[in-house]
Each structure stands twice: as C-alpha cells, then as structure tokens.
C-alpha cells in the first residue's frame, strides 16, 4: 500500500550539497508511530543509517553525519528530504527512503516499506 519513491541528481559536486527528495503515497508523513527515514548504501559497504524525521518534526541523525546532515518534511506535499552538505567522494552511494516503524515494548525499528534507491555520484 505504501509506497516510495526517491528524486534529485545523480550527480553532485564535490563540497555541494546533495539534495533528495522522497515522494511518499499511500501513507502519511504525520503519523505518530512513523519515522520517515534516509539510508545509504556505498559501494561494496553495507547499509548506513543516517537519519530520520517523526513526529511532530523531532529529527535524529547519525553522529557521523550529523553536522552535514538535514531531514525535513512537506506535509502538505507529503514527501520527505535529505539534504548532506560539504560532500566528497566517500559520499558517493545508492541512497534509499524508507519507512521506519517502531516497536514500542521492545524498543526497535523496523523497515518495512522502502524506496528503489538512487545512485547519487559525487565528481567533478
């Protein structure tokens, strides 16, 4: 039912700012137990948690990337975006939007619905 899907260039700039954005439809970006969420995934790396937006806003973020990183939220449109400032070559990755629910007892998150991932290259 629910569906995402991922936008923006393929290709940035080295120091630029990587800017996406992720169309959400069948569900909403306002719902309480929802935390709309940005992963990527480098070559030949695992998956790489960044961050998320939730509730009322409230955004949490990898410590790593935390000074570069910003998740915000259109409700009206009902998409969410990530933009990573001051980027390099190591950020060169297949970057996906997903939606995290949580498990309230036993304090987890699960995904279970995600978008195809974009390939976002950063060059010059």
């Known amino acids: 039912q629910v569906q995402l899907q991922e936008s923006g260039p393929g290709l940035v700039k080295p120091s630029q700012t990587l800017s996406l954005t992720c169309t959400v439809s069948?569900?909403?970006?306002?719902?309480?137990?929802?935390?709309w969420t940005w992963i990527r995934q480098p070559p030949g790396k695992g998956l790489e948690w960044m961050g998320a937006i939730g509730y009322g806003g409230f955004t949490f973020y990898s410590p790593p990337l935390r000074s570069r990183t910003s998740i915000s939220r259109d409700t009206s449109k009902n998409h969410f975006t990530l933009q990573l400032s001051s980027v390099t070559p190591e950020d060169t990755a297949v970057y996906y939007c997903?939606?995290?629910?949580?498990?309230?007892?036993?304090?987890?998150?699960?995904?279970?619905?995600w978008g195809q991932g974009t390939q976002v290259t950063v060059s010059s």
């Open positions: 069948g569900g909403s970006v306002t719902m309480v137990n929802d935390y």
């Open positions: 997903a939606r995290g629910r949580l498990r309230e007892v036993l304090k987890t998150t699960f995904y279970d619905n």
